[in-house]
């Protein structure tokens, strides 16, 4: 699982990437926050620092990752995030969360960019 995890990452980065996009961090977690929510890629979109949710699996079913998502881990997202931004200067920067699906199923892989796919809630959970 772990794994498939990593590769669909390393897919991920590499198509955001190939898109014009620039990594800044990936699988960031607060100093000091060994608990805290990962984030799987911090990306910069021109003047956007984009946060990325990456979904792996390998099926040819229904299975869809992105309803993993639930509020609880929405909201820890968030706030890693906001961990994030207080470490660095962000002031001419606007901010979104995007989900990568990375769908290694046999015969190949598929890779669906939700751009702004969620808004960080307004309170924590």
């Given at each position: 699982m772990r794994d498939r995890g990593a590769k669909g990452e390393n897919l991920a980065s590499d198509f955001l990437l190939e898109n014009g996009y620039e990594i800044l961090a990936r699988n960031w977690r607060g100093k000091g926050q060994l608990r805290s929510p990962e984030i799987d890629i911090i990306a910069r979109d021109g003047k956007t620092i984009v946060f990325v949710e990456v979904k792996s699996f390998a099926s040819r079913g229904f299975d869809q990752p992105e309803y993993r998502l639930d509020l609880r881990k929405i909201s820890r997202l968030a706030c890693a995030a906001q961990a994030y931004l207080s470490q660095i200067d962000h002031d001419d920067?606007?901010?979104?969360?995007?989900v990568m699906i990375v769908n290694m199923a046999e015969g190949g892989c598929v890779i669906d960019h939700i751009k702004d796919a969620f808004r960080a809630p307004d309170e924590p959970i």
């Open positions: 920067c606007s901010c979104r969360f995007d």
